[in-house]
T-cell receptor, first 115, second 114 residues
């Protein structure tokens, strides 16, 4: 059971390049999301998905696209990278805990630098 | 929309000292509350969570947190910290009406001196 797997772990991009951060989970979780972590700002939600074929915007969606063609995969695409997108990106997935809440588990992070 | 405040940005303690990290949230409805820890260079790990029931919840590694609804608080505590507790700690809130979206505080960096 690999949990939440993100690739690549490190990436350097030039301004204007596009790339995709991959995220996969093998726990059959319905809910998946992408966060970015910046110093002094905690984690902010970029996009999320409540199931295959359904995605929605989070707090900071501009400059990013997502799709959810399968339950397992939730890739994050940077359309035209900008230095402001230099950050650490975390993918997460969650399941219903059996009580009233959901527990969210995070991948190991992808460190992205845009120069 | 919910928001989370962590008032201590940096905390420095000596080993064996007691720890309390503050977390306050703003939201009028029912919430789920979490504390996550991030060790240097690593991803977030769940320390503990509160959904309902006993407001005093115990987590891993000797941490506990108390939900005080009247104060909108969910402070994290540990009676005696260790050098290995050096990490960044994040409080997070999930409004039950918002699905699985988490709102995070800005984090508290804890440094424990041996």
């Amino acid at each position: 059971n690999a949990g939440v797997t993100q690739t690549p772990k490190f990436q350097v991009l030039k301004t204007g390049q596009s790339m995709t951060l991959q995220c996969a989970q093998d726990m059959n979780h319905e809910y998946m999301s992408w966060y970015r972590q910046d110093p002094g700002m905690g984690l902010r939600l970029i996009h999320y998905s409540v199931g295959a074929g359904i995605t929605d915007q989070g707090e900071v969606p501009n400059g990013y696209n997502v799709s959810r063609s399968t339950t397992e995969d939730f890739p994050l695409r940077l359309l035209s990278a900008a230095p402001s997108q230099t950050s650490v990106y975390f993918c997460a997935s969650s399941y219903k805990d059996g009580s009233s809440g959901n527990t969210i588990y995070f991948g190991e992070g992808s460190w992205l630098t845009v120069v | 929309a919910q928001s989370v405040s962590q008032h201590n940005h940096h905390v420095i303690l000596s080993e064996a000292a007691s720890l309390e990290l503050g977390c306050n949230y703003s939201y009028g409805g029912t919430v789920n509350l979490f504390w996550y820890v991030q060790y240097p260079g690593q991803h977030l790990q769940l320390l503990l969570k509160y959904f309902s029931g006993d407001p005093l919840v115990k987590g891993i590694k000797g941490f506990e947190a108390e939900f005080i609804k009247s104060k909108f608080s969910f402070n994290l505590r540990k009676p005696s910290v260790q050098w290995s507790d050096t990490a960044e700690y994040f409080c997070a809130v999930n409004a039950q009406s918002s699905g699985d979206k988490l709102t995070f505080g800005t984090g508290t960096r804890l440094a424990v001196r041996p």
